[in-house]
C-alpha cells in the first residue's frame, strides 16, 4: 500500500538558538505597529467620502479568491502573477504573525524571507485541481477552522508564556515556539486550501511537518 502524497505547503520558522533582545520584546505591541499598519493597507478594505450622502469603496488588496475560484471553475486557469501575488503575501504576512508571536526580533521585512520558510507549488489547474471544488472547499473546511479557533487560543496563551520567559532569561522555550508554529503552519495549510484554492489535499489535522 502507498503512502498518500504529502501535502503540497512547507513552512517552518527558524528557532532563534541566541539571546532575544528583552526590550524589543517588552515592548513588542509598539514596535509592531508600523508594520501591522503596512500589512492592514494590503489587506484592508478603505472606505472613502465622494460626496454628501455617498460613500465610495474601493478594495485596497489582499487575497485574490474570487479571480481564481472563477478561473478555476470557468477556464481550468490560474494565472501565474495570482499564484505568486498569493503566495508573497501569505510570507509577508507569516513574517508579521512570527514578530508579533515574539518568535524573531528581527523586523520583519516586506520583501526578505529572513526567518520564515513558505512554499507551495504552482498548480497546473487541468491537472490538479477539480474544476467544482472551489465551491465546496469553504464547507470541507469547517472542521479545521473549529479547530484552529481552539489551537489558536492556545497559542496566545503560549505566546504570553513566551514573553515572560524571554524577559527573564532571553529565550524562547522551545516547546512553546514548535507549538506556535505548528499552528501557524495549520493555519497556512487551511488558507492555502480553501481560500487561495492552490492545491486539491485536503489538510491533515496536524502541528507537525512530517507526513502532510
Known amino acids: ?5 504529502a501535502f503540497p505547503l512547507r513552512f517552518s520558522i527558524d528557532y532563534p538558538d541566541r539571546k532575544l533582545d528583552r526590550v524589543s520584546t517588552l515592548l513588542r505591541p509598539v514596535f509592531a505597529i508600523p508594520i501591522v499598519l503596512v500589512l492592514a493597507s494590503v489587506f484592508g ?11 465610495a ?3 485596497a488588496g489582499g487575497l485574490l479568491v ?24 501569505l510570507r509577508f504576512a507569516n513574517r508579521v504573525a512570527a514578530y508579533l508571536a515574539l518568535m ?25 485541481l477539480s474544476r467544482w471544488m472551489p465551491l465546496v472547499k469553504w464547507l470541507l473546511a469547517l472542521p479545521h477552522v473549529i479547530v484552529l479557533i481552539v489551537l489558536s487560543a492556545g ?13 527573564f532569561t532571553g529565550r524562547y522555550p522551545v516547546p512553546l515556539f514548535r507549538f506556535v508554529e505548528g499552528v501557524l503552519r495549520w493555519h497556512n495549510r487551511v488558507v492555502s486550501y480553501a481560500v487561495v484554492l492552490l492545491t486539491d489535499r485536503y489538510p491533515p489535522f496536524s502541528l507537525a511537518a512530517e507526513g502532510g
Not at 500500500?1 to 502524497?5: G, L, Y
Not at 478555476?72 to 499564484?83: A, H, L
Not at 524573531?104 to 487541468?126: M, N
Not at 497559542?155 to 524577559?167: E, P, R, S, T
Request: proline letters at 6%; charged letters at 25%; glycine letters at 6%.
Open 1 to 5: 500500500m502507498q503512502d498518500s502524497p
Open 45 to 55: 478594505t478603505t472606505i472613502i467620502r465622494a460626496g454628501e450622502g455617498t460613500d
Open 57 to 59: 469603496t474601493w478594495a
Open 66 to 89: 474570487a479571480g481564481p475560484l472563477l478561473m478555476i471553475v470557468f477556464r481550468r486557469k490560474y494565472p501565474r502573477w495570482w499564484y505568486e501575488w498569493n503566495v508573497e503575501l
Open 104 to 128: 524573531d526580533d528581527r523586523y520583519p521585512s516586506t520583501d526578505e524571507r529572513q526567518s520564515v520558510e513558505l512554499d507551495i507549488g504552482y498548480p497546473d489547474a487541468e491537472q490538479d
Open 155 to 167: 497559542a496566545v496563551g503560549a505566546v504570553i508564556l513566551a514573553w515572560f520567559a524571554i524577559l
